[in-house]
């Protein structure tokens, strides 16, 4: 197990089954918190035809240190983290007589240490996803990082929102992690919240809330 600590971990889930789904939101958690408690922020986007699933992390934790820190020194957890983010992605979006949900209408969002697996899941996989969400999060690696990425995400969403006194989150790593994205062809919102700390703000629950509207579909097609 050492060599894939999150392994096997549960997945929490609610709202609509895969099958009736219009679309779907994997949620991601921060450093010691729950999966369950991304549920809740599930329930505050307000649509039960939406499919949400959110992995719990062994012991509460993605990575052992910080997302600034050289990448080998968040090893083996973070390629675990990650395969396990694809583990979901392939169980959402995988056609199994029509019980599933397509990539484009898939929401991958995370707050803090989630939010940094999100972007960086994002930006090693592009593709044309529903939307990637960073709440206080951005790409994982020291700086200079090379982000050399290939592909593209084809006008997917995304958004990166943190506040300029977030002690965990550098204002330059969401600007960076902006910038990426945009070389990747998404369609990038950016919002940088002044004198706000390590939080999820009401304007970032709106912006997710009309990014899932835009989303969903219903099953048989219509919008």
């Given at each position: 197990m050492t060599g894939d600590p999150h392994g096997g971990q549960p997945i929490e889930r609610a709202g609509a089954a895969l099958a009736d789904a219009s679309a779907a939101m994997i949620l991601i958690h921060g450093r010691g918190a729950r999966a369950r408690g991304m549920l809740g922020l599930a329930e505050e986007i307000g649509r039960d035809d939406v499919a949400s699933l959110a992995p719990q992390a062994a012991r509460g934790t993605w990575y052992p240190n910080s997302f600034l820190a050289e990448i080998e020194s968040n090893q083996p957890h973070l390629e675990?983290?990650?395969?396990?983010?694809?583990?979901?992605?392939?169980?959402?979006?995988?056609?199994?007589?029509?019980?599933?949900?397509?990539?484009?209408?898939?929401?991958?969002?995370?707050?803090?240490?989630?939010?940094?697996?999100?972007?960086?899941?994002?930006?090693?996989?592009?593709?044309?996803?529903?939307?990637?969400?960073?709440?206080?999060?951005?790409?994982i690696g020291p700086e200079e990082t090379p982000r050399e990425y290939e592909g593209s995400m084809d006008g997917s969403p995304v958004f990166v929102g943190c506040g300029d006194q977030d002690p965990h989150i550098p204002v330059e790593r969401v600007e960076e992690t902006a910038r990426v994205f945009e070389a990747l062809e998404a369609d990038v919102e950016k919002r940088i919240y002044e004198g706000v700390g390590h939080t999820v703000l009401e304007d970032e629950l709106e912006y997710v809330r009309s990014l899932v509207d835009g989303v969903a579909e219903r099953p048989n097609g219509d919008s």
């Amino acid at each position: 197990m050492t060599g894939d600590p999150h392994g096997g971990q549960p997945i929490e889930r609610a709202g609509a089954a895969l099958a009736d789904a219009s679309a779907a939101m994997i949620l991601i958690h921060g450093r010691g918190a729950r999966a369950r408690g991304m549920l809740g922020l599930a329930e505050e986007i307000g649509r039960d035809d939406v499919a949400s699933l959110a992995p719990q992390a062994a012991r509460g934790t993605w990575y052992p240190n910080s997302f600034l820190a050289e990448i080998e020194s968040n090893q083996p957890h973070l390629e675990s983290a990650l395969g396990l983010l694809e583990d979901v992605l392939e169980e959402v979006t995988t056609d199994d007589d029509d019980r599933s949900v397509p990539l484009e209408r898939t929401v991958l969002l995370g707050f803090s240490q989630g939010g940094c697996l999100a972007t960086e899941y994002a930006a090693r996989n592009p593709d044309r996803y529903g939307g990637v969400v960073a709440l206080s999060g951005g790409l994982i690696g020291p700086e200079e990082t090379p982000r050399e990425y290939e592909g593209s995400m084809d006008g997917s969403p995304v958004f990166v929102g943190c506040g300029d006194q977030d002690p965990h989150i550098p204002v330059e790593r969401v600007e960076e992690t902006a910038r990426v994205f945009e070389a990747l062809e998404a369609d990038v919102e950016k919002r940088i919240y002044e004198g706000v700390g390590h939080t999820v703000l009401e304007d970032e629950l709106e912006y997710v809330r009309s990014l899932v509207d835009g989303v969903a579909e219903r099953p048989n097609g219509d919008s």
